[in-house]
């Protein structure tokens, strides 16, 4: 297991350089261990790496899936709601939306028991994708044009406590380690007339529990217990709350633990973290609170070097953040950024991410300037399915309004947009109208700092 540069700690080491930089002093904490405050501070900051996709995956289904208030509730457990539309500005709950292929979402409760999932045939060359996303961001397996083809096929997934066998009439069945999660469907739209299309297919998605397919009784006893799903954080709450822990102990519920993460469990459950951690802020002294503090804060600084050394550099790419938990490796930090970055990301065999934050000189964009980006002349991205350029405002990750409500320009747009005389296209990226003989080419771009995307589908 590794997280960035720095190894699992061991108690004895701990201990040693906390007796050398505090006296020999231990604090107990919520947890009811005695732990010195640099192993605190140790442990705060390795299960924050751990669980902040966790905490913030629970926000979003929080959002879509509990909370009628949210402003962005889509509908209840265990069933598809899909948007028939690209997302938005309005669209706030995921970072980094793509707003390429409308999404149909399923949030997954397996507790009472599996889901069958139908998938319609759809024509060849239309993109499309369900992805398998669990409690901890891991994306546990994908159906689509890629993989399993457009040809339609029926799918069971099953929670951790089911043990049944592959059911006739049955294509596969797909196992998750969490109670919760995600199917996020991606269907690709070719142009705005193209929406009525993207409906049918939608329509066509459907989902059911295990009984209702075979036409059986519901599994006895009763369904499971209604669940008293607690207030997610913020965004910006994440970052700095102490009450992150709260959330990610109540996550951990519905996470039953792995084998390989058992030493990793037991240590997070010294300082009151774990699915029966009793960590409450409240009862935490000025120092302890300072160590957890300061744990968190030293979580983002190892992502920020992370960011700077590896991701700006190339030397890790987007594709290596995202996949199954046997593809990261117990890389926690990788599953950090990937979740600061684009949470609900595919692998790279699927998808591919180039985000850009500075121009040719290494200034931050911004959009008191003007840029432009050039596709050489046969040096389009290479890809089955398609590419897509999208602007974001920042910090937040987010679309932005603009008067053409033009968010990206993707493969599907090449025969409207002019090219060079050499056969290149230049792309026009600038708060303002570049002129009317290149608004076919312009790519509105926020007032302030601005990232922008490039993505590959099917690379």
Known sequence: MRFGNVAAITVAAAMA?????????????????????????????EAYVYGFPMVD??????????????????????????????FTPADT?????????????????????????TVPPIEQDRYFSLQFIDSYTYVYDLIGSRTTGNGGGTYLLAGPGWKGEQPAGVDK?????????????????FNPADLDNVKKIQAQYTVEPLSAFQKTPAPAPAPAPAVDFIAPLTPDEEKTSLDFF???????????????????RDRFATIGIGPDGDF???????????????????????????????????????????????????????????AVMGILGLPGAEARYFPLTNDSTGATLSGANTYTLTFPAGQLPPVKAFWSVTVYKLPQILLVDNPINRYLINSPMLPDLVRNPDGG????????????????????????????????YWP
């Open 17 to 45: 350089a906390a007796i050398a930089g505090c006296g020999g002093k231990t604090q107990e904490p919520a947890g009811g261990s005695a732990v010195t405050l640099q192993e605190m501070r140790a442990i705060a900051k």
């Open 173 to 189: 069945v797909i196992r998750t380690d969490t109670d919760f999660g995600l199917v996020l469907y991606r269907t690709q739209l």
């Open 93 to 117: 709950t995921v970072q980094t939306p793509n707003s390429d292929t409308p999404y149909s979402f399923l949030a997954t409760d397996l507790r009472t028991e599996p889901l069958v999932l």
């Open 425 to 456: 296209i230049t792309l026009y990226l600038q708060h303002t109208s570049p002129g009317p003989e290149k608004e076919a080419n312009w790519l509105p771009t926020p007032a302030g700092d601005f990232q922008m995307i490039l993505r590959t």
């Open 280 to 338: 409450d802020p409240a009862k935490l002294s000025d120092e302890q609170r300072a160590a957890i503090e300061g744990g968190m804060a030293d979580a983002w600084a190892e992502l920020h070097t992370f960011q700077t050394e590896q991701l700006q550099t190339g030397k890790v790419t987007s594709g290596q953040l995202f996949g199954t938990a046997e593809q990261l490796g117990g890389n926690y930090l990788y599953r950090f950024a990937g």
């Open 246 to 264: 709260k959330i990610l102990n109540f996550t951990l519920k519905y996470a039953p633990v792995k084998p390989d993460e058992k030493e990793l």
């Open 57 to 86: 995956m629970y926000r979003i289904e929080n959002a879509y899936a509990v909370n009628k208030d949210s402003g962005q509730y889509l509908g209840d457990w265990n069933q598809i709601h899909s948007i028939a539309r690209v």
